[in-house]
């Protein structure tokens, strides 16, 4: 007689174990769901929950951490027990339901202790499942994570994952999930040395994989490190012992932009290359790329070339988008309005990164053995010179429209300011046609024309050395703009920059001017020299810098030459407060030019020349100032200041 094949068990048999009264059979029912019940068969794991309720799962759970029994067994089961209810509970909240419920909320500090004391687990992935399931499902989940030390845990393991493994994916998950949820800044202040720690070992599998989770890694990279007001962070990652991360940051950037992928995935990529050079500055972007499928390095200055062009292509394609929105703007449409912002946001940042490769190629050019070649550079001008005729362009369109007050304009000036300050005759015709719209281009939150000017001193300071850029920057007006440039930089109510080198950028530039202005149709309101003299009495005031004193006293002896004291008595925004103001400038810095001239001095030799001579033409029409320079008992002989 044949034997009856043995049946498998079913569902049912397995819930009525899972219903016994006693432990033995509960825990023989849990060894018979694992077995059989799919992760995708929600149905039946909601009765299995049902049938073998929370806390007998609990009990198994705390009996596999040694702070329970289940059935009165002793230490011997406790690894089967604990790997037993983490896979159970890890299965069952693939069930949304169960997963955001406050019993399995509780649960995550316990998972992460187990995680923590023994982080070679074999359920460490089904350890890491839970927590992902149980923290997307509630409103407070992520909250209770981040609050039960997760970071901790994260960074101390995830560098023993590999790069294409499950485990990866999910930590990658779970970082991106709190920080959706909580603030990055807190996040920081909290744990700073583990977030540099998860950008360091994240890099890696960022480089080498060449599935989505690349770009997920992209996206969380990329959310961490892109605010550059978290200067500990970046301080951090300076500092760290292991420096191939950044190299790994720069093939995961390159084999993206060599790639055909979204504008949203591409502009990451450059987001990311923007922010490595503001942390590691512009020889960063030097630097051999290992791409994938290429046994051969990709030669040092490729990857520069390459980031330049994807900028180019970047700014091309936003500024044409950004014009035809503003275009379609005139309907009043708030969602425009949106997407305005974002292209302005995303311009921006494909204008950052040109300006650091201007920047880059502006401090490496005239040192010798330099990576760049003479190919490498003739290619960066011409993208360069291209972006610059398509952001002149895009200004042109603006003017044509009236428009001179928003961010991209400001932010275009700004560029283009950059390049002509290594290139100050580049783009020559246009320059003129457009500058005196670019000087009165203003910024969405200014009130009047400021950082346009700034942007384009160091370029008007070189063109003002000839007397063709003199006659240029003076037809259009944009002496005037300079000069209430300088006013706002130095004067009471003086205007904070990034740097000192706007205020002698403009003070040179007015210099220029001013030197030549008998080969040159300059015009000076007398409102605007007004104002200025009285700016340069207040920036000397309380300084010893004697090269500040000179630049100021050389350009109120440059002015002196279309006024008089007189005149300026009767001007009702000057008094005589203002008057002993220039005439204590004017002393100090003719007294510096004693025999016995100090080093300072003798560096302001020029200066104080400009000074001397304008004091000799013009000392009888300021008797005040003539009197505060005779106290001071300067060499130069009455007699001759009264030939003057």
Same mark, same amino acid.
């Not at 409103?139 to 590999?162: N, P, R």
């Not at 779970?174 to 920080?179: A, F, G, K, Q, R």
């Not at 978290?230 to 191939?244: E, K, T």
């Not at 505060?628 to 300067?634: G, L, P, Q, R």
């Given at each position: 007689?044949?034997?009856?094949?043995?049946?498998?068990?079913?569902?049912?048999d397995?819930?009525?174990?899972?219903?016994?009264?006693?432990?033995?059979?509960?825990?023989?029912?849990?060894?018979?769901?694992?077995?059989?019940?799919k992760?995708d068969?929600?149905?039946?794991?909601?009765?299995?929950?049902?049938?073998?309720g929370f806390?007998?799962?609990?009990r198994?759970l705390?009996?596999?951490?040694?702070?329970g029994s289940?059935?009165?067994?002793?230490?011997?089961?406790?690894d089967?027990?604990?790997?037993?209810s983490?896979?159970v509970?890890?299965?069952?909240?693939r069930?949304?339901?169960?997963?955001?419920?406050k019993d399995?909320?509780?649960?995550?500090p316990?998972?992460?202790?187990i995680?923590?004391?023994?982080?070679?687990?074999?359920?460490?992935?089904?350890?890491y499942?839970?927590?992902?399931?149980?923290?997307?499902?509630s409103?407070?989940?992520?909250?209770?994570?981040?609050?039960?030390?997760?970071m901790?845990?994260?960074?101390s393991?995830?560098?023993?994952?590999?790069?294409?493994?499950?485990?990866?994916?999910i930590?990658t998950?779970?970082?991106?999930l709190i920080l959706?949820?909580?603030?990055?800044?807190?996040?920081?202040?909290?744990?700073?040395?583990?977030l540099?720690?998860i950008?360091?070992?994240?890099?890696?599998?960022f480089?080498?994989l060449?599935?989505?989770?690349?770009?997920e890694?992209?996206?969380?990279?990329?959310?961490?490190?892109?605010l550059n007001y978290?200067?500990?962070?970046h301080?951090?990652l300076?500092?760290?012992?292991n420096g191939s991360?950044?190299?790994y940051? !720069?093939?995961?950037?390159a084999?993206?932009l060599? @790639? +055909? #992928?979204?504008? $949203?995935?591409? /502009?990451?990529?450059?987001?990311?290359?923007?922010?490595m050079?503001?942390?590691?500055?512009?020889?960063?972007?030097l630097?051999?790329?290992?791409?994938?499928?290429?046994?051969?390095?990709?030669?040092?200055? !490729?990857f520069?070339?390459?980031v330049?062009?994807? @900028? +180019? #292509?970047?700014? $091309?394609?936003? /500024?044409?988008?950004l014009?035809?929105?503003?275009?379609?703007?005139s309907?009043?449409?708030?969602?425009?309005a949106e997407?305005?912002l974002?292209?302005?946001r995303?311009?921006?940042?494909?204008f950052?990164l040109?300006?650091?490769?201007?920047?880059?190629?502006?401090?490496?050019?005239g040192?010798?053995?330099?990576?760049i070649?003479?190919?490498?550079?003739?290619?960066v001008?011409r993208?360069?010179?291209?972006?610059i005729?398509?952001?002149l362009?895009?200004?042109?369109?603006?003017?044509?429209?009236?428009?001179?007050?928003g961010?991209?304009?400001?932010?275009?000036?700004?560029?283009v300011?950059?390049?002509?300050?290594?290139a100050p005759?580049?783009c020559k015709?246009?320059?003129?046609?457009?500058?005196?719209?670019?000087?009165?281009?203003?910024?969405?939150d200014?009130?009047?024309?400021?950082?346009?000017?700034?942007?384009?001193?160091?370029?008007?300071?070189?063109?003002t050395?000839?007397i063709?850029?003199?006659?240029a920057?003076?037809?259009?007006?944009?002496?005037?703009?300079v000069?209430?440039?300088l006013i706002?930089?130095?004067?009471?109510d003086n205007?904070?920059?990034?740097?000192?080198?706007?205020?002698?950028?403009a003070c040179?530039?007015?210099?220029?001017?001013?030197?030549?202005?008998?080969?040159v149709?300059?015009s000076?309101?007398?409102?605007?020299?007004?104002?200025?003299?009285?700016?340069?009495?207040y920036?000397?005031e309380?300084?010893?810098?004697l090269?500040?004193i000179?630049?100021?006293?050389?350009?109120?002896?440059?002015i002196?030459?279309?006024?008089s004291?007189?005149a300026?008595?009767?001007?009702?925004?000057?008094?005589g407060?203002?008057?002993?103001?220039l005439?204590?400038?004017i002393a100090?810095s003719?007294?510096s030019g004693?025999?016995?001239?100090?080093?300072?001095a003798?560096?302001?030799?020029?200066l104080?020349?400009?000074?001397?001579?304008?004091?000799?033409r013009?000392?009888?029409?300021?008797?005040?100032?003539?009197?505060?320079?005779?106290i001071n008992s300067?060499?130069l002989?009455?007699?001759?200041?009264?030939?003057g």
């Amino acid at each position: 007689m044949d034997s009856q094949p043995e049946q498998s068990p079913s569902l049912e048999d397995c819930l009525k174990l899972l219903e016994g009264e006693r432990d033995e059979q509960r825990l023989a029912g849990l060894f018979l769901v694992t077995k059989f019940c799919k992760g995708d068969d929600n149905a039946s794991l909601r009765r299995v929950y049902n049938a073998v309720g929370f806390h007998f799962l609990d009990r198994l759970l705390r009996t596999g951490m040694g702070k329970g029994s289940v059935g009165g067994s002793g230490a011997d089961n406790r690894d089967a027990y604990l790997k037993l209810s983490i896979t159970v509970l890890a299965a069952l909240c693939r069930v949304p339901e169960i997963a955001s419920s406050k019993d399995m909320n509780l649960k995550i500090p316990l998972i992460l202790e187990i995680m923590s004391k023994d982080s070679g687990s074999s359920v460490l992935e089904e350890c890491y499942e839970f927590l992902y399931l149980v923290s997307t499902a509630s409103e407070d989940g992520a909250l209770t994570l981040y609050e039960s030390g997760v970071m901790k845990v994260l960074t101390s393991q995830i560098s023993t994952f590999s790069d294409d493994s499950h485990l990866m994916e999910i930590a990658t998950k779970l970082v991106m999930l709190i920080l959706s949820k909580l603030s990055l800044d807190v996040i920081a202040k909290d744990y700073l040395s583990e977030l540099s720690v998860i950008v360091s070992t994240m890099a890696r599998p960022f480089a080498v994989l060449q599935n989505s989770l690349k770009f997920e890694l992209l996206h969380l990279l990329c959310t961490i490190i892109s605010l550059n007001y978290l200067a500990p962070l970046h301080d951090a990652l300076r500092v760290m012992p292991n420096g191939s991360w950044s190299y790994y940051m !720069r093939d995961g950037i390159a084999a993206i932009l060599h @790639s +055909r #992928v979204a504008p $949203a995935e591409r /502009l990451e990529a450059l987001m990311l290359a923007e922010t490595m050079v503001n942390i590691l500055g512009g020889q960063w972007l030097l630097g051999q790329v290992n791409l994938p499928h290429k046994e051969d390095l990709v030669p040092v200055d !490729r990857f520069l070339l390459l980031v330049l062009e994807q @900028s +180019r #292509v970047e700014v $091309a394609v936003l /500024l044409n988008e950004l014009a035809y929105l503003k275009f379609e703007a005139s309907k009043s449409c708030s969602s425009i309005a949106e997407k305005i912002l974002l292209k302005q946001r995303n311009v921006a940042i494909a204008f950052s990164l040109m300006e650091k490769i201007i920047k880059l190629i502006s401090d490496t050019g005239g040192n010798e053995g330099d990576s760049i070649d003479e190919s490498t550079l003739t290619n960066v001008i011409r993208a360069l010179n291209e972006t610059i005729s398509v952001v002149l362009e895009y200004l042109q369109d603006a003017k044509e429209h009236g428009q001179r007050k928003g961010d991209d304009l400001l932010a275009s000036v700004r560029i283009v300011g950059s390049y002509l300050a290594e290139a100050p005759f580049a783009c020559k015709e246009k320059i003129e046609e457009l500058l005196e719209y670019m000087l009165l281009i203003e910024g969405e939150d200014e009130q009047s024309p400021f950082y346009s000017i700034c942007f384009l001193l160091p370029m008007l300071c070189q063109i003002t050395m000839k007397i063709e850029g003199c006659n240029a920057l003076a037809s259009s007006g944009g002496h005037k703009a300079v000069m209430e440039c300088l006013i706002k930089l130095i004067g009471p109510d003086n205007h904070m920059v990034e740097n000192d080198s706007s205020v002698f950028l403009a003070c040179d530039t007015i210099m220029n001017l001013l030197l030549k202005k008998e080969h040159v149709l300059l015009s000076l309101d007398e409102s605007t020299y007004v104002h200025l003299l009285k700016a340069l009495a207040y920036w000397t005031e309380d300084t010893e810098d004697l090269s500040v004193i000179m630049m100021a006293s050389s350009i109120c002896a440059l002015i002196f030459d279309f006024t008089s004291e007189k005149a300026l008595l009767n001007h009702p925004n000057f008094d005589g407060g203002s008057l002993n103001g220039l005439s204590r400038l004017i002393a100090r810095s003719l007294a510096s030019g004693g025999q016995d001239m100090s080093e300072d001095a003798n560096a302001e030799a020029d200066l104080l020349e400009i000074v001397n001579a304008g004091y000799t033409r013009w000392a009888p029409r300021f008797p005040h100032i003539r009197a505060a320079v005779e106290i001071n008992s300067i060499l130069l002989p009455t007699e001759e200041i009264r030939r003057g």
